[in-house]
């Protein structure tokens, strides 16, 4: 059974820096993409934030490239999202997601997603 279980949010002032958990299990490591959806007050999906294919290789959406950094650690069943220069406009319920497919995540769908950590970017 995948459990994906997302820590770390919380209220931070712009220009701040956050780093999100996920422990994740349940699934094969090393045939799965992982990485981390958005969904900000007011829309209706979800958004892609970055992800992380089995093999390593990362993709950031445009908005966060440059300030948010995501690594996996499958030693220890952790999925890491650093934020750095954090903007108001990043303030959302954040999600661990988990798929077969690198290209399925960058696509915006996900086999998996946990319960979410919110963010607020805020003076």
């Known amino acids: 059974q995948v459990q994906l279980v997302e820590s770390g949010g919380g209220l931070v002032h712009p220009g701040g820096s956050l780093r999100l958990s996920c422990a994740a299990s349940?699934?094969?490591?090393?045939?799965?993409?992982i990485g981390w959806f958005r969904q900000a007050p007011g829309d209706e999906r979800e958004g892609v934030v970055c992800v992380s294919s089995a093999d390593a290789v990362t993709y950031c959406a445009d908005s966060v490239k440059g300030r948010f950094t995501i690594s996996r650690d499958s030693a220890k069943s952790m999925v890491y999202l650093q934020m750095n220069n954090l903007k108001p406009e990043d303030t959302a319920i954040y999600y661990c997601v988990v798929d077969r497919s690198y290209y399925a995540l960058i696509g915006g769908t996900s086999d998996y997603r946990g319960q979410g950590t919110q963010v607020t970017v805020s003076s």
């Open positions: 349940g699934f094969d490591w090393d045939f799965s993409a």
